[in-house]
């Protein structure tokens, strides 16, 4: 069965390097600075709101997966547990592909990791169930965004196909588009990755622009920094490694908490959101 103690991940990967190794850690993109600290939920609405898209979703022995953008895998494990009939991680970076190449499912789940860009997967058309991506939409311009959500509609199989994203999101639903620039211009200093989220709406607005229609949303605080969610993310004693190696490592250190300024300063006006949604029909 696949393990889901994070010390135990480290132990399983420890030969194979992680994305973004060989960068120092003023020019790492965040993400992959904190799961060089060793965090492995790099999720805005953190553990809780992947279970609940997970649960959603209803996974089960006839679906067949593909996640997006699938990082280190922390969410494929969660998806494995649930014993789909398959399995398949897709990731345009060669270090997390070698790391979800790792991945040993529960059951008889046929699991594969394929090199590829989100918005082109070579995939063949029809051939998912379920496919969901996790904090990558917002890292992307509108029609990147959009390439993505059509690739997700193409590889579902019929209508009965459901498509998954937890990605940040604006509040409130009128902010000042000035303000969401600001907020967008902070985010992208501070990570060193271009931050577009939308608002809940806007989130929505473009599913249905891409064929979708959301059948269930939930939102959560994005409280990716802070003590009591990394706790909850990660565990006690894996968050406490977390802090000792960014305590030892001080350019880190400093990347962290400007993260975490960056965070609470605009914590009124950031937050996470989960959408489940299925293709709308075609007309003819």
Known sequence: MASTDPSALEK?????PLPGDGLDATRMPGHWLLARLGKRVLRPGGVELTRWMLDTLALGPDDRVVELAAGLGATARLTLARIPGSYTAVDRDPAAVAVLGTLIAPGATDVAAVRADAADTGLPAGSATAVYGEAMLTMQPEPAKRRIMREARRLLADADGRYAIHELCLLPEDLDPEHAEAITR??????????????????????????????????TPMALLEPR?????????????????????PEARRRVLRMRRVFRRHQAHLGAIGLIATPTPRTV
């Open 12 to 16: 399983e990967r420890k030969d194979i």
């Open 186 to 219: 902070d985010l992208g200093e501070a990570i060193h990755v271009g931050a577009r989220p939308l608002t809940p709406r806007g989130w929505v607005d473009l599913l249905a622009a891409e064929g979708f229609t959301v059948t269930a949303r939930r939102r």
């Open 229 to 249: 969610r990394l706790i909850s993310d990660e565990g006690f004693a894996q968050a406490a490694r977390i802090a000792g190696r960014a305590l030892r490592d």
